[in-house]
C-alpha cells in the first residue's frame, strides 16, 4: 500500500508560467514533508520542506503548501525555468515528535516536470 | 554538495554472485540510509543506521545486509543477487533524524 502518491506521472508547463506538483499521503502519523528534484545520473537533491505546524514555507521561486486535513501538498514553482526540469519527488516522515522513526523517508513515485522555452 | 561518494558507480554481475556497494561521507553526519529507485515507486529505504553498529531494516530489507564499522562507512551486501535487485541505488545521509537527507549520485546495478 503506498502511502505517498504522486498521481500526475508527468506535468507539461511553458517558460514563466506556474508549476504546480501535487502529493497526496495516507498516513496520519506524517508531520513532515519534503521535496527532492532529480536530474538523470544525479542523486536526488533536496528543495524545500514543511513541518505539519505549518501551512506554507516560501524559499524563493518554490512555496510548498500543507493541506492536513486533506492530507494533501502541493508545490508551486513560480517562475518555471528550463533547468527546473527534472523529476520531482515528495517524502514524508513522521519524526518531528521526537518518535523512532530515524527519520526514515517514505517517497512518492515521482512526478516528470517538463518546462517548454 | 554534501561530501558523499558512492561506488562503485555502475555494476554488472551474474545472479548468485555477492555484490557489496560503498557509500563513505565526510561530513561526519550520524544517520546514513540505504535507498533503491525503480520505476513507479519512486525511492524505497533498504537499511538505514543511526550510529556505528547501529542500523536496521527499512521497507525493503530482504536480501540485502549492511555494516557500519565507522562513521564515513556504510555497506550495502546483497549476498546472492538475483535479478530483482536490479536498480539504482542511492545513499543518503542526515546530521539529525529531522533534518533533509542529502544524497549520493547513485549506483546502477545491473544483474543479469
Known amino acids: 500500500d503506498q502511502q505517498v502518491k504522486q498521481n500526475s506521472p508527468s506535468l507539461s508547463v511553458q517558460e514563466g508560467r506556474i508549476s504546480i506538483l501535487n502529493c497526496d499521503y495516507t498516513?496520519?502519523?506524517?508531520?513532515?514533508f519534503l521535496w527532492y528534484k532529480k536530474y538523470p545520473a544525479e542523486g536526488p537533491t533536496f528543495l524545500i520542506s514543511?513541518?505539519?505546524?505549518?501551512d506554507k514555507n516560501e524559499d524563493g521561486r518554490f512555496t510548498v503548501f500543507l493541506n492536513k486535513s486533506a492530507k494533501h501538498l502541493s508545490l508551486h514553482i513560480v517562475p518555471s525555468q528550463p533547468g527546473d526540469s527534472a523529476v520531482y519527488f515528495c517524502a514524508a516522515s513522521s519524526d518531528l515528535a521526537g518518535g523512532t522513526s530515524y527519520g526514515k523517508l517514505t517517497f512518492g513515485q515521482g512526478t516528470i516536470l517538463t518546462v517548454h522555452p | 554538495d554534501a561530501g558523499i561518494t558512492q561506488s562503485p558507480r555502475h555494476k554488472v554481475t551474474e545472479t548468485g554472485t555477492p555484490v557489496t556497494l560503498r557509500c563513505h561521507q565526510t561530513?561526519?553526519?550520524?544517520?546514513m540510509y540505504w535507498y533503491r529507485q525503480d520505476p513507479g515507486h519512486g525511492l524505497r529505504l533498504i537499511h538505514y543506521s543511526y550510529g556505528v553498529k547501529d542500523t536496521d531494516k527499512g521497507e525493503v530489507s530482504d536480501g540485502y545486509s549492511v555494516s557500519r564499522s565507522k562513521t564515513e562507512d556504510f555497506l550495502l551486501t546483497l549476498e546472492s543477487a538475483t535479478s530483482s535487485q536490479t536498480s539504482v541505488y542511492f545513499c543518503?545521509?542526515?546530521?539529525?533524524?529531522?533534518?533533509?537527507?542529502?544524497f549520493g549520485d547513485g549506483t546502477r546495478l545491473s544483474i543479469l
Open positions: 561530513e561526519n553526519h550520524r544517520y
Open positions: 498516513n496520519s502519523m506524517f508531520d513532515y
Open positions: 543518503a545521509i542526515s546530521p539529525r533524524f529531522n533534518q533533509p537527507q542529502h
Open positions: 514543511i513541518s505539519s505546524i505549518k
